[in-house]
């Protein structure tokens, strides 16, 4: 630990050499210098604190955004699977119109009746459940 704090000592490196300059032994102009960084840095610091409002105000302006952003999502969401469920409902109406008019081709009556049957059901629980 010795050899560290003489070898410390013995160094002519820059950073462990310290400049003073003829103002410094001049305590007015000391005084004036302190007080001229201490202005400085309440004028940083002035400066710092209006940075971190308008950080803050940014922030807060895109939290805002992002929740917009979200329950607009959430809507979308909600409108794409119920249009999704109506375009399955409608595929399932236009497949049993076809079967019937298939049937009604081949003049198969009792197929027809039933798959009319099965529509008019299909259209009942489509009309309930719209309600």
């Known amino acids: 630990m010795e050899s560290l704090s003489s070898e410390c000592s013995s160094r002519n490196d820059t950073f462990f050499q310290v400049e003073v300059s003829s103002k410094a032994t001049d305590p007015k102009s000391c005084e004036e210098s302190t007080s001229d960084r201490i202005k400085?840095?309440?004028?940083?610091?002035?400066?710092?604190?209006?940075?971190?409002?308008?950080?803050?105000?940014?922030?807060?302006?895109?939290?805002?955004?992002?929740?917009?952003?979200?329950?607009?999502?959430?809507?979308?969401?909600s409108e794409a699977?119920?249009?999704?469920?109506?375009?399955?409902?409608?595929?399932?109406?236009?497949?049993?119109?076809?079967?019937?008019?298939?049937a009604r081709k081949n003049n198969d009556i009792v197929k027809a009746n039933i798959l009319?049957?099965?529509?008019?059901?299909?259209?009942?629980?489509?009309r309930t459940t719209t309600k």
């Open 116 to 126: 009319v049957g099965s529509l008019r059901l299909l259209l009942s629980s489509t």
């Open 81 to 102: 699977e119920e249009i999704a469920r109506l375009s399955e409902k409608t595929q399932q109406r236009l497949n049993l119109i076809f079967m019937i008019l298939e």
């Open 40 to 77: 400085k840095l309440k004028r940083d610091m002035l400066k710092i604190r209006k940075d971190q409002k308008s950080i803050r105000k940014s922030q807060t302006q895109a939290w805002k955004k992002l929740a917009k952003i979200k329950k607009d999502h959430a809507f979308i969401k």
